[in-house]
């Protein structure tokens, strides 16, 4: 368990984490999913200098987890928490503020390198390690090392082409008595059409991609990307919940929100807590949500 993590090393392919036993043999990344990795590996320099993370600012202001998942996860120090998909950290080392011990896991080597640069600007070096693996490895390339809670955010799910392979990952990380925490993007808002409120896209996971050249990112800095097509999948709610039930996980709770932390529609406005919601005169629709998971204690 995460309090008790094996002493071994590992190493990954592309950025030196920790060794990999001579026996392990790397598999071929899904071509989709390389392309997707050259995408986010050119939007880190651009997200890190944006206005949206606003890094010089974190810095300075030294901010710990939102309020909602304070609320939702309670008090974590001392315990060891996974962040899967961690981009360049800053939701990582904001729980290493609180007071966890995180390990950050990204497919990404360029951010990978920037998160560990703002761990140690921060002072929380000691206090995290960020590791470069794809996800759909991650138990193996974590040496099968157990944590108290397993994290995962905003922006997750939907560059993965099957839920089932990444709960099974997921699950297979929460220590016995541990918690598994996700809120991400909801199904139906990422099957609507941006200028309104009609289907533009299928609400269940389906082996066909959403391919988009569209080659910019959603921050400030609207640099056009060199690897501009990125592979998207949506998955629903009921696959999601049934995926992480199949692996041993039991649901505490699940929330659908009518807000989210990015301006995913043109046609949102402000709100608290830098929350984007839909404005008055639409009709409300969920935006993210939230589930709370757990896996029993033997016996």
Same mark, same amino acid.
């Given at each position: 368990?995460?309090?008790?993590?094996?002493?071994?090393?590992?190493?990954?392919?592309?950025?030196?984490?920790?060794?990999?036993?001579?026996?392990?043999?790397?598999?071929?990344?899904?071509?989709?999913?390389?392309?997707?990795?050259?995408?986010?590996?050119?939007?880190?320099?651009?997200?890190?200098?944006?206005?949206?993370?606003?890094?010089?600012?974190?810095?300075?202001?030294?901010?710990?987890?939102?309020?909602?998942?304070?609320?939702?996860?309670?008090?974590?120090?001392?315990?060891?928490?996974?962040?899967?998909?961690?981009?360049?950290?800053?939701?990582?080392?904001?729980?290493?503020?609180?007071?966890?011990?995180?390990?950050?896991?990204?497919?990404?080597?360029?951010?990978?390198?920037?998160?560990?640069?703002?761990?140690?600007?921060?002072?929380?070096?000691?206090?995290?390690?960020?590791?470069?693996?794809?996800?759909?490895?991650?138990?193996?390339?974590?040496?099968?090392?157990?944590?108290?809670?397993?994290?995962?955010?905003?922006?997750?799910?939907?560059?993965?082409?099957?839920?089932?392979?990444?709960? &099974? $990952?997921?699950?297979? +990380?929460?220590?016995? %008595? !541990?918690?598994? /925490?996700?809120?991400?993007? =909801?199904? #139906?808002?990422?099957?609507?059409?941006?200028?309104?409120?009609?289907?533009?896209?299928?609400?269940? &996971? $389906?082996?066909?991609? +959403?391919?988009?050249? %569209? !080659?910019?990112? /959603?921050?400030?800095?609207? =640099?056009? #990307?060199?690897?501009?097509?990125?592979?998207?999948?949506?998955?629903?709610?009921?696959?999601?919940?049934?995926?992480?039930?199949?692996?041993?996980?039991?649901?505490?709770?699940?929330?659908?929100?009518?807000?989210?932390?990015?301006?995913?529609?043109?046609?949102?406005?402000?709100?608290?807590?830098?929350?984007?919601?839909?404005?008055?005169?639409?009709?409300?629709?969920?935006?993210?949500?939230?589930?709370?998971?757990?896996?029993?204690?033997?016996?």
């Amino acid at each position: 368990m995460a309090g008790g993590q094996s002493s071994r090393t590992w190493i990954v392919v592309g950025f030196i984490a920790q060794a990999v036993p001579a026996w392990y043999a790397v598999p071929a990344m899904d071509e989709r999913i390389a392309a997707n990795q050259a995408n986010w590996d050119e939007r880190v320099g651009i997200h890190v200098a944006s206005r949206f993370y606003d890094v010089e600012g974190w810095l300075r202001h030294a901010p710990g987890p939102r309020s909602w998942e304070t609320a939702a996860l309670g008090s974590v120090a001392g315990l060891h928490l996974l962040h899967l998909q961690c981009h360049f950290g800053l939701d990582t080392l904001a729980w290493a503020r609180a007071g966890a011990q995180v390990t950050g896991l990204d497919f990404s080597p360029a951010a990978i390198e920037a998160a560990r640069a703002i761990a140690v600007r921060a002072g929380l070096a000691t206090r995290s390690t960020f590791i470069c693996a794809d996800v759909y490895a991650a138990a193996e390339t974590l040496g099968h090392t157990t944590y108290d809670i397993v994290y995962v955010s905003l922006g997750a799910l939907c560059w993965l082409p099957s839920v089932d392979r990444w709960a &099974e $990952q997921a699950a297979a +990380l929460v220590a016995p %008595g !541990g918690r598994f /925490y996700l809120h991400d993007g =909801h199904p #139906l808002a990422w099957a609507l059409a941006n200028d309104g409120l009609a289907l533009a896209n299928t609400y269940f &996971e $389906q082996d066909e991609p +959403l391919i988009d050249d %569209g !080659g910019l990112t /959603y921050t400030d800095g609207y =640099h056009a #990307l060199v690897h501009r097509r990125t592979y998207e999948w949506n998955h629903s709610i009921g696959e999601t919940v049934t995926a992480l039930v199949r692996y041993g996980l039991r649901i505490e709770w699940l929330v659908e929100h009518d807000w989210t932390v990015w301006r995913h529609f043109p046609w949102l406005v402000p709100g608290d807590e830098g929350r984007w919601v839909t404005p008055n005169d639409r009709p409300r629709v969920p935006l993210t949500f939230s589930l709370l998971a757990s896996r029993p204690t033997s016996g």
